[in-house]
């Protein structure tokens, strides 16, 4: 006999949100997605789907739906590694790498993670370190991303680490540029108020950092 | 002829054998590389998360510096090894190229800087610059030890060929294969050439990218290879320091080396393979390189 699996989950008509699918469709060539027609095809190539808990077919229809918080809250696009396998070969031409993109850096914006997740953490280091220096530092990058993550897990990768380091491939050095300023003085200039409502108008969301 | 080299933040540190090996290479065949000066990250993968814009931005510097460094008359040649980087910045130029208004948008932030962004430049995968620039011919001329006997999977990996490249074919790629068999070497022929290697869910979702990893591997050696060849430093290091990890977790034998294309063309030529970053490597091909290579012997100094 089937297992009672408990109630089906229902998004009712009324917690739709219409406003989603335009927010996404805001980014540059985002407004494909309109034209997606379900056929299946990037779910077919992305190697990681059988991982996802949405495809990324179903991913742009949740979108074009309103399914907000589902989307921002689902696994898929954390999982996707961005190897534009399904943007090459979706016939409508829709950039659902970016797409998947931008669903990552509004759940970043809103907080919506699993606490300690590394992918986000990840990220924010990583831009974190390039802001301010103008380079990331493979090493530094590792071993703030193990703090903050599972400081465990740290011992069991320090075998790999000791390995690469002994191979010259592994330093702690902070890596940067010279012209610190030069770079820092074109990153203001985009926080510039003007700047940031241009910016709106292409559909690029402001940043936060965790 | 002459490029512009931007080696990104790998080939500096997990993937500095493919930087010497790339110089050793290009120095032999006398083609000549100025690194770009003061280059910054290029705002791939993991920026792009945060902010689109900055990431663009940040590739634009590059760009502006490029322009300022060339001493050719015509664009300049940008030679980008790394495949995250080579992305990014084709990315950004293409994205700067076809949306009018983030190009003034970043245009306006760069002259706070006095860096001016005007044309565009051409941006270079060494794969396209020895296959279409150099061409297998130079290389062939070049060859004193011809590595026949020796069978490559060649990896090209997804953000080479995928999806701005044009110098190669998106589903089927052949010039690393062109290449490896102008040294006098086998490439198999198999399907997983451009299938993700997991790229960085390796270090965050762990049993996701040792799977993807682990396919790969295992595919290459069912097919008789004696070692893979890379094109980017993240690969290499995918398919290269986990496998042990991944004996462990699917109890099959994998030992496999795992070379940078720039590598096996180094030691054709005759290069040292110190010289060519060989002694980085977790598992050494030298062993495979002495035992098939037919002529000429390969002195050890690891
Ligand atoms: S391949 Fe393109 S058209 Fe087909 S389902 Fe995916 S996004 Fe839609
Ligand atoms: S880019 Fe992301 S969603 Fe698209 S095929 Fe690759 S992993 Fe899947
Ligand atoms: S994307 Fe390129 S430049 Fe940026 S950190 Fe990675 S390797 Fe370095
Ligand atoms: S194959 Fe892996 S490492 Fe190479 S470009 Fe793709 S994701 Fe990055």
Sequence with gaps: MEEWRGWRKISYESELDHLFVNEIASIPGGDKLFTCIQCGTCSGMCPLSPYMDYTPRQIIAMIRAGLRWEVLSCYTTWLCASCYSCTVECPKEIKLTDIMYAVKRMAIKQG?????????ILANEFFKSVEDSGRSSEGRLILKLFLKTNPLKLFRQTGLGLSLFLKGRFSLKKETIQRKNELRSVIKALETEHMVKSREELGLLKETTI | MNYLYYPGCSLKGTGKAYEESLLAVFDTINVLLEELEDWNCCGATAYMSISELKAFALSARNFALAERQNRDTGTARLLVPCAACYLGLNKAQRYLNEYPELFSTVKEALDEADLILSGPISIRHPLDVIY?????????????????????????GCQIVRPYADFDDQFKPYTMDRIVQAVGAEAVDWPLKTRCCGGSLTGTIKDVGLRLSYILISEAKKRGCDMIATACPLCQFNLECYQKEMRKLYRHELDIPIVYF??????ALGIDPHKLGLHRLFMSPLTAFQMRATSGGVHVRN
């Design chain 2, 262 to 267: 720039t590598q096996i063309i180094g030691m």
């Design chain 2, 132 to 156: 279409s620039d150099i061409g297998l011919k130079t290389i062939k001329d070049n060859v004193v030890r011809p590595l026949q006997g020796l069978k490559f999977a060649c990896y090209y």
């Design chain 1, 112 to 120: 919506v993670y699993p606490k300690k997740f590394p992918i986000p």
